[in-house]
């Protein structure tokens, strides 16, 4: 299962912080992918999630680990262009990256081949075999996750 920080996020919510570039490279840090809301104006790559907030680039958007959620046409164009994993929805139960992987609304069931976006609105069994999760405690669900492998483990 892959670990998903949502907007930088690891311990909760830090809307002051969201969708910052050092609350960004702390959760790559940790050596999580992050999902990053993204807008372009003009020649400008900016992040913030309801609106355009802080200046980015064009070489930070492009690291790796990075999933990134389209917030304008404009965006998604360009982010496609560059083949970035990237993704667009509004409130669509169900949405597709762009290297087709597939992405649950929140509080919506996910599954092997899904991204499960904020797995605390869903119990542990309804979640326990999805592809990813994103969420805003991911170091919460990685400790679960770990805790669950090593008890496993030990009763071989």
Known sequence: M??????????????ELENT???????????????VDVWKIKDDWLLGHDEPQHATSEKFI????LLLHAK????????????????????D???LTSRGIIISYPGYASGKDTICMQPE?????TIADAYAI????IDVFRGVKEERTVSFNETR
């Open 2 to 15: 892959l670990f998903i920080s949502h907007r930088g996020n690891t311990v909760g919510p830090k809307p």
């Open 21 to 35: 570039e050092g609350h960004i490279q702390e959760a790559l840090n940790k050596q999580y992918f992050v999902e």
């Open 62 to 65: 492009s690291q790796p680990r």
């Open 72 to 91: 304008n046409l404009e965006a998604f164009k360009c982010m496609i262009d560059l083949e970035l994993h990237c993704f667009w929805h509004q409130e």
């Open 93 to 95: 139960f169900y949405t």
């Open 121 to 125: 609105l869903l119990s542990m069994d």
């Open 134 to 137: 994103c969420s805003d405690y």
